[in-house]
């Protein structure tokens, strides 16, 4: 068993160890006190005097949360088991330098709408929250929306008659109480199981992204700090990185960052080749068209170095630009008598 593979079961093993207590509400039923002896069962409820409606009221509240969980669970454990599989990285090792025109007088808007990459039809594998270095593990079990309630056992189900009730009212609600009863057994077990199958669910697709995604994030971020080196620390180039993944408004910033970073990764293997080329040529004709190689990949490098540095400075820039100008347009919009 490899190493991050034996790291990923021994993490499933702390996780179900401590599930049983992770995702149990202990405060979801009502008749819940402080003063109970384990967080997964509620106390008796005989001393609260409550009647045979009140408590099939409780126990059509707690079949309601049973089945959302048990529903949502579901959803979940789909979603999480759609997320990064069989992602092409065609389109993301693809990095080609578009070829522009200097004829004509929309020149610059033509070189500035080729410059980015068409992130419509193909969206960078690094954008979404869920693609950051953030961890997917507990993005889902965490929520309040899985916790399930408290255990009720058969004996906790009980009530007593309604004194403002006839005899005929109170044993038709102590017999939906019962009824409920059996309905709820088995709903606690099928409940757990799919929040458990959740937070396996999230131990998978973090794996996957980590293996798919943070490879590519790995790498973009290498070639970040080298266009960087000097003017921004690691730990800042990070949340720069972040922050183009997240914000949508971003997203064509983000692409062309991405294929920059594996241009530059290329053009500095192709640069160690011209060296050596030029360490090894023996010749005037030869040292200079071995030099003239080396300082063309050189100054192709540069460039991209300038716009690895230009897409940083976007994610700092612009996000407040663009809430300023939202602000501003609202607040104009607010003025408009004919809206």
């Known amino acids: 068993m490899t190493m991050p593979r034996m790291r990923h079961a021994v993490q499933v093993g702390l996780a ?5 207590w992770a995702f149990v509400d202990p405060a979801a039923s009502p008749r819940h006190t402080a003063a109970s002896p384990s967080p997964r069962r509620s106390t008796s409820v005989t001393a609260l005097r409550a009647t045979w409606r009140e408590v099939h009221q409780e126990a059509k509240d707690l079949e309601q949360k049973l089945r959302e969980v048990i529903i949502e669970s579901n959803q979940r454990v789909r979603e999480l088991e759609g997320m990064f599989v069989e992602r092409s990285k065609a389109s993301d090792e693809k990095a080609t ?8 007088f929309g020149v610059f808007q033509a070189r500035a709408e080729r410059l980015f990459p068409d992130v419509e039809t193909n969206r960078p594998i690094l954008a979404g929250e869920l693609a950051t270095a953030a961890p997917i593990v507990g993005r889902y079990t ?3 929306s899985l916790r399930v309630p408290a255990r ?5 189900l009980q009530g007593q008659d309604d004194p403002s009730a006839s005899a005929e009212e109170n044993e038709l609600w102590k017999t939906y109480v019962q009824l409920l009863t059996d309905t709820l057994e088995p709903l606690w077990p099928e409940a757990e199981e799919r929040v458990r199958a959740v937070m396996m669910a999230e131990f998978d697709a973090e794996q996957r992204r980590d293996e798919q995604v943070g490879a590519i994030r790995k ?3 290498k070639q970040m700090m080298l266009a960087n080196e000097g003017i921004r620390t690691e730990a800042e180039l990070d949340a720069i990185l972040t922050v183009l993944q997240t914000d949508e408004r971003l997203l064509k910033y983000l692409g062309l960052l991405m294929q920059c970073c594996l241009q530059s990764e290329k053009l500095q293997e192709r640069l160690t080749r011209r060296q050596k080329e030029y360490a090894s040529s023996s010749g005037y004709s030869a040292k200079e068209q071995a030099e003239e190689a ?9 460039s991209l170095e300038m716009r690895i540095q230009a ?4 994610a700092e820039d612009l996000p407040e630009t663009y809430d300023t ?14 809206r």
């Not at 080396?294 to 540069?302: D, E, H, P, S, Y």
């Not at 897409?311 to 976007?314: D, L, R, V, Y």
Request: glycine share 6%; net charge positive.
């Open 16 to 20: 179900l160890s401590l599930l049983r």
């Open 97 to 104: 330098t578009p070829q522009l025109s200097t004829l004509g």
């Open 142 to 144: 965490s929520s309040p």
């Open 152 to 156: 009720l056992e058969p004996e906790q």
């Open 219 to 221: 790498r973009v971020l």
């Open 294 to 302: 080396v300082q063309g990949v050189f100054q192709r490098a540069k």
């Open 311 to 314: 897409c940083c400075s976007a």
């Open 325 to 338: 100008m939202q602000s501003v347009g609202d607040f104009f919009s607010k003025l408009n008598p004919f």
